[in-house]
């Protein structure tokens, strides 16, 4: 990632102290970001949804919700424009929604290692 794209996060590679749902939300930021430039990697959150299902339903509803928003995006350039805007979308039902983002891969360790944050408990 070039210097210019580390600065546009504002809490990219802090040691401030910071509770976990502010970090997500740069999390997610960065997800759309390297969605963005890389639409192949929609494939890592299909394959993750489709084991996910294999061993639970108990989330099936929300997964398939994300399949289609996933399976929209790689059709048109307007579904993934919504796939975009959602992901770093921060309304109440965005973030409920992203309680179930099937994003694990998508990210490198090293490059969720530069999000750090704390926990109270």
């Not at 070039?2 to 401030?16: I, P, V």
């Not at 928003?69 to 579904?79: D, F, P, R, V, Y």
């Not at 979308?89 to 530069?114: H, W, Y």
Request: glycine share 4%; hydrophobic share 50%.
């Amino acid at each position: 990632m070039s210097a210019a794209a580390a600065t546009s996060y504002a809490w990219f590679n802090s040691r401030t102290e910071r509770p976990g749902h502010e970090v997500m939300v740069d999390v997610f930021r960065f997800t759309a970001d390297k969605i963005e430039a890389d639409p192949a990697l929609l494939e890592i959150p299909l394959a993750n949804i489709d084991r996910w299902l294999l061993v639970s339903q108990s989330s099936a509803k929300r997964l398939e919700q994300w399949r289609g928003i996933i399976l929209e995006a790689k059709a048109s350039a307007t579904g993934m424009q919504k796939l975009l805007a959602l992901l770093r979308d921060q309304s109440a039902e965005a973030v409920f929604l992203k309680e179930f983002a099937p994003f694990p891969g998508v990210l490198t360790k090293a490059e969720r290692a530069q999000f750090q944050w704390t926990s109270a408990h």
